[in-house]
């Protein structure tokens, strides 16, 4: 079954989800229809304090749609063979976003809890021959912007993770066993796969990729697209604040606002204003431009402590 993405207005409250991108006419009923809502991460050697964020659109549906699982994954084992890091490092590193989503969850007072999936081994010899013939149909079919994105960095080895995304995703082109994730607790007959703005690549292989692998399965995959994430909040940029970095971090508004990337800037405000008690996601723009009354600069200043206390929680 392909892939949908037909602009649909199922907004969430407050939230940074676009409008979700689907087919269906009607999503009055969209709490019963998702079974699965899932979102999935990388991992480096340093750990972005905007990662939490990553996991807020997820959150906020899983609170509206009280019916569904919600999911998280980590592509453990591309992420480490792609970007040279070592395993050890990789699982600390992977401990560590767990808690601190965990506590982030917490701290929102978030009821649903999330499902944290296993990862199979991507390189074990039948799904590692798989994802290699998926990497050539990509090379031969695919966009002048996939195949640019691709060789633009490690070539074929690229393409094969942008392959990667339709097992991790459970793109109904292959049988499960193939999957790079485990078996759900809840099969995902209809399945919410949630991510930013750089997904769009991704799920453009997806359906060029789906287009060659015709199916008879009845279960779907809709894509939601976020604002969150224009830059993958799990890769570092310079003058961002991390994790697992100096001892003596300070998370305040004023080192917010010193981030010089925009893209992590937006997201790093996305997560303190999820933090405030006054302030919503549409003041961004002009919290951007300094244009904050006393009141409000008090309320950002004291959801800058509640994260500095978080990460004071993972530090212990």
């Given at each position: 079954?392909?892939?949908?993405?037909?602009?649909?207005?199922?907004?969430?409250?407050?939230?940074?989800?676009?409008?979700?991108?689907?087919?269906?006419?009607?999503?009055?009923?969209?709490?019963?229809?998702?079974?699965?809502?899932?979102?999935?991460?990388?991992?480096?050697?340093?750990?972005?304090?905007?990662?939490?964020?990553?996991?807020?659109?997820?959150?906020?549906?899983?609170?509206?749609f009280?019916?569904?699982?919600?999911?998280?994954?980590?592509?453990?084992?591309?992420?480490?063979?792609?970007?040279?890091?070592?395993?050890n490092?990789?699982?600390?590193n992977?401990?560590?976003?767990?808690?601190?989503?965990?506590?982030?969850?917490?701290?929102?007072?978030?009821?649903?809890?999330?499902?944290?999936?296993?990862?199979?081994?991507?390189?074990?010899?039948?799904?590692?021959?798989?994802?290699?013939?998926?990497?050539?149909?990509?090379?031969?079919?695919?966009?002048?912007?996939?195949?640019?994105?691709?060789?633009?960095?490690?070539?074929?080895?690229s393409?094969?993770?942008?392959?990667?995304?339709?097992?991790?995703?459970?793109?109904?082109l292959?049988?499960?066993?193939?999957?790079?994730?485990?078996?759900?607790?809840?099969?995902?007959?209809?399945?919410?796969?949630?991510?930013?703005?750089?997904?769009?690549?991704?799920?453009?292989?997806?359906?060029?990729?789906?287009?060659?692998?015709?199916?008879?399965?009845?279960?779907?995959?809709?894509?939601?697209?976020?604002?969150?994430?224009?830059?993958?909040?799990?890769?570092?940029?310079?003058?961002?604040?991390?994790?697992?970095?100096?001892?003596?971090?300070?998370?305040?508004?004023?080192?917010?606002?010193?981030?010089?990337?925009?893209?992590?800037?937006?997201?790093?405000?996305?997560?303190?204003?999820?933090?405030?008690?006054?302030?919503?996601?549409?003041?961004?723009?002009?919290v951007?431009?300094?244009?904050?009354?006393?009141?409000?600069?008090?309320?950002?200043?004291?959801?800058?402590?509640?994260?500095?206390?978080?990460i004071?929680?993972?530090?212990?």
């Open positions: 079954m392909p892939l949908v993405e037909t602009p649909k207005s199922l907004l969430l409250d407050k939230g940074p989800l676009t409008k979700l991108q689907t087919n269906k006419t009607d999503l009055s009923n969209a709490e019963t229809e998702y079974t699965n809502i899932c979102t999935g991460f990388g991992v480096d050697h340093e750990i972005p304090v905007r990662i939490a964020v990553y996991a807020l659109p997820v959150l906020q549906m899983g609170e509206k009280l019916r569904a699982q919600t999911e998280f994954y980590v592509a453990e084992a591309f992420a480490t063979k792609l970007n040279g890091l070592d395993p490092k990789v699982q600390v992977i401990a560590l976003i767990k808690e601190y989503i965990k506590l982030f969850k917490t701290e929102l007072s978030v009821v649903n809890s999330p499902v944290w999936l296993d990862e199979r081994d991507p390189f074990e010899v039948q799904r590692h021959a798989l994802t290699k013939e998926l990497a050539k149909i990509l090379r031969e079919h695919g966009s002048e912007r996939i195949i640019r994105f691709a060789d633009s960095r490690n070539g074929d080895e393409l094969a993770y942008i392959a990667s995304h339709a097992l991790y995703m459970w793109d109904t292959n049988v499960d066993e193939d999957k790079f994730i485990t078996e759900r607790n809840v099969s995902p007959q209809s399945l919410l796969m949630v991510g930013g703005p750089a997904e769009k690549l991704f799920f453009e292989a997806r359906q060029l990729l789906l287009s060659h692998f015709p199916t008879v399965s009845t279960r779907s995959t809709v894509q939601g697209f976020t604002e969150i994430g224009r830059r993958p909040p799990y890769y570092a940029v310079d003058s961002e604040m991390v994790v697992n970095g100096k001892n003596n971090l300070r998370i305040g508004f004023e080192e917010i606002m010193s981030i010089s990337d925009p893209d992590a800037l937006r997201d790093s405000l996305y997560l303190i204003i999820s933090l405030s008690e006054t302030l919503t996601f549409d003041d961004i723009p002009r951007k431009k300094g244009q904050i009354k006393p009141q409000e600069l008090e309320d950002l200043t004291s959801a800058c402590n509640k994260l500095q206390k978080i004071a929680q993972l530090r212990s």
